[in-house]
Nanobody
Framework: QVHLVESGGGLVQPGGSLRLSCAASGFILEYYAIGWFRQAPGNEREAVSCISSSDYRIYYLDSVKGRFTISRDNAKNTIYLQMNSLRYEDTAVYYC???????????????WGQGTQVTVSS
């Protein structure tokens, strides 16, 4: 059975850092593009970052460029999202998802995790 499980969320002060993990089971993460999405209350789910499978192309939402870093550890079947210099507006539930290729559209993704809450507050 296919599962994606996010972890690493929590409460952090503005300017702080968190590292989110997305662990896969039931399939080999290496063969999929993995995206991170987030959804704040009342907002649409938006694509934050994505890393492709074969050629490791990486994409970032403009507002997180220079602050967030996506990476993959195929040996651990895990994707990471390092988030630095966090801002109030980064507060959201963060989801990882798997697709054939990176896309901004969440409908293109086949598998989803349950989400992890990130709250940036003083």
């Amino acid at each position: 059975q296919v599962h994606l499980v996010e972890s690493g969320g929590g409460l952090v002060q503005p300017g702080g850092s968190l590292r989110l993990s997305c662990a896969a089971s039931g399939f080999i993460l290496e063969y999929y593009a993995i995206g991170w999405f987030r959804q704040a209350p009342g907002n649409e789910r938006e694509a934050v970052s994505c890393i492709s499978s074969s050629d490791y192309r990486i994409y970032y939402l403009d507002s997180v460029k220079g602050r967030f870093t996506i990476s993959r550890d195929n040996a651990k079947n895990t994707i990471y999202l390092q988030m630095n210099s966090l801002r109030y507006e980064d507060t959201a539930v963060y989801y990882c998802a798997a697709a054939r290729d990176c896309s901004y559209y969440y409908s293109e993704y086949d598998y989803w995790g349950q989400g992890t809450q990130v709250t940036v507050s003083s």
